[in-house]
């Protein structure tokens, strides 16, 4: 895949929010689903875009909530979508996190070189920075496309 497009379809997804994250059901390939919005006045509608990163042969979630915050975090009223005006804690029941600072390429990726030499294609590796979650995805092609509101990625054929 052409590092230049890779950037540009990366770029897109700055500043959106990611409502969900995983290998797809298949386990070869990993989904970022986005929930994409833009000023009203610009009249384009929200959508919900699926970042499939395909061949992905190394997939790395952490934290990116300091544990003072996760410390503060650990009441599972915490994880309700409204938990209550009483509780102080990182609000995990919104069900979505920032995409901030955003998605950026690894470049001169030693995991990417490594799996290119022994597969004989292309590798790249990605790092994903959201308020909650920095992932490290190394994978060989990017493909982005629309899915509806509500779409379950582990729902069996």
């Known amino acids: 895949m052409d590092t230049a497009a890779l950037e540009r379809m990366l770029d897109d997804a700055f500043d959106h929010a990611v409502v969900h994250h995983g290998y797809a059901d298949h386990m070869r390939d990993y989904e970022v689903i986005v929930h994409a919005t833009a000023d009203p006045r610009t009249g384009v509608a929200p959508a919900h875009l699926r970042y499939l990163f395909r061949f992905c042969v ?20 915490l994880i309700a979508r409204e ?32 799996w290119s030499e022994a597969l004989g294609i292309d590798f790249h590796e990605v790092r994903i920075r959201t308020a909650a979650h920095d992932l490290t995805l190394v994978f060989s092609d990017l493909r982005v496309d629309e899915v509806p509101v509500g779409y379950a990625p582990f729902v069996a054929d």
């Open 58 to 77: 190394e997939a790395r979630c952490e934290t990116s909530v300091p544990a003072a915050v996760w410390e503060e975090s650990l009441d599972d009223r």
């Open 83 to 114: 938990p209550g005006a009483d509780l102080d804690g990182y609000v995990w029941g919104v069900r979505w996190h920032a995409l901030y600072p955003g998605a950026r390429l690894v470049p001169e990726s030693d995991a990417a070189r490594r």
